[in-house]
């Protein structure tokens, strides 16, 4: 059973942009306050990843947050932003599982954008559950890497391939549904399988070498078919050969031989 969801959105390792994000996500503050004690076992687990400016940034970032925040805007050196088109997902959850209570960690993503994300979902509290929420998160941060029991912690080093956004459900907030996970693509580095799956790669090509000029030829048919002149959508082109063309060179740069 899932008893709080998060899904930050945020630029890939390897891209030099910085951008995070919210998706839909499920984080109640009542009752056992699952919600809360999600968020603090994500910055937990993510503070001590930070570097020294941004260690230095971050209680100037809470106190801003305790007011709401405003986006877009800047913070530990990160955009903050609404549009999530193009960016990585970094799922964490909190299930009960037979009895247990799990915290379900994704670890694949950088450590900024996830302690960032955090705030930012408590900033979007209501007052009371806001205050509430950032005394959590600030506990956590006086005990960076500790995740208290009751709670058994499993990290997630491959980010989840396969799985489907939550369902925003009005006066709910984010309901999630049951993962459709391809269990092909374990063990495939988050940003590896993000390419490939823009290039329409299945899993088993990844099997031996991936062949440079099959990359370029799925590129290439992509490219056309999302190009206006060509018969493609103008609205979203321009990002969505952006998107294809970073595929094709991230694939390229790992697998050259």
């Given at each position: 059973?899932?008893?709080?969801?998060?899904?930050v959105?945020?630029?890939?390792?390897?891209?030099?942009?910085?951008?995070?994000?919210?998706?839909a996500?499920?984080?109640?503050?009542?009752?056992?306050?699952?919600?809360?004690a999600?968020?603090?076992?994500?910055?937990?687990?993510?503070?001590?990843?930070?570097?020294?400016?941004?260690?230095?940034?971050?209680?100037?970032?809470?106190?801003?947050?305790r007011?709401?925040?405003?986006?877009?805007?800047?913070?530990?050196?990160?955009?903050?932003q609404?549009?999530?088109?193009?960016?990585?997902?970094?799922?964490?959850?909190?299930?009960?599982?037979?009895?247990?209570?799990?915290?379900e960690?994704?670890?694949?993503?950088?450590?900024?954008?996830?302690?960032?994300?955090?705030?930012?979902?408590?900033?979007?509290?209501?007052a009371?559950?806001?205050?509430?929420?950032?005394?959590?998160?600030?506990?956590?941060?006086g005990?960076?890497?500790?995740?208290?029991?009751?709670?058994?912690?499993?990290?997630?080093?491959?980010?989840?391939?396969?799985?489907?956004?939550?369902?925003?459900?009005?006066?709910v907030?984010?309901?999630?549904?049951?993962?459709?996970?391809?269990?092909?693509?374990?063990?495939?580095?988050?940003?590896e399988?993000?390419?490939m799956?823009?290039?329409?790669?299945?899993?088993?090509?990844?099997?031996?070498?991936?062949?440079?000029?099959?990359?370029?030829?799925?590129f290439?048919?992509?490219l056309?078919?999302?190009?206006?002149?060509?018969?493609?959508?103008?609205?979203?082109?321009?990002?969505?050969?952006?998107?294809?063309?970073?595929?094709?060179e991230?694939?390229?740069?790992?697998?050259?031989p």
């Amino acid at each position: 059973m899932i008893l709080a969801e998060l899904n930050v959105r945020h630029t890939r390792r390897h891209m030099p942009t910085r951008r995070v994000a919210l998706d839909a996500s499920y984080l109640p503050v009542h009752g056992a306050a699952h919600g809360a004690a999600l968020l603090a076992a994500v910055v937990a687990e993510h503070v001590t990843g930070l570097d020294e400016e941004q260690a230095e940034l971050l209680p100037r970032f809470l106190h801003a947050a305790r007011h709401g925040l405003s986006v877009p805007r800047i913070a530990l050196r990160y955009r903050l932003q609404t549009d999530v088109h193009g960016l990585d997902r970094s799922r964490h959850r909190l299930v009960d599982e037979r009895g247990h209570l799990v915290v379900e960690l994704d670890v694949h993503g950088r450590s900024a954008p996830q302690v960032i994300g955090a705030v930012m979902a408590a900033a979007a509290m209501g007052a009371t559950s806001r205050r509430r929420v950032l005394q959590a998160i600030e506990a956590a941060i006086g005990r960076p890497g500790v995740i208290p029991e009751p709670f058994c912690v499993r990290r997630l080093l491959d980010g989840i391939p396969g799985a489907p956004p939550p369902l925003a459900v009005a006066g709910v907030g984010a309901v999630p549904v049951a993962d459709v996970i391809d269990l092909r693509w374990k063990g495939v580095p988050a940003e590896e399988r993000w390419a490939m799956e823009v290039l329409g790669l299945a899993p088993d090509a990844r099997d031996g070498p991936l062949d440079a000029h099959e990359v370029q030829r799925r590129f290439r048919r992509l490219l056309r078919a999302a190009h206006p002149d060509h018969g493609g959508e103008r609205a979203g082109a321009a990002e969505r050969i952006a998107e294809l063309s970073e595929a094709r060179e991230l694939l390229l740069t790992r697998h050259r031989p």
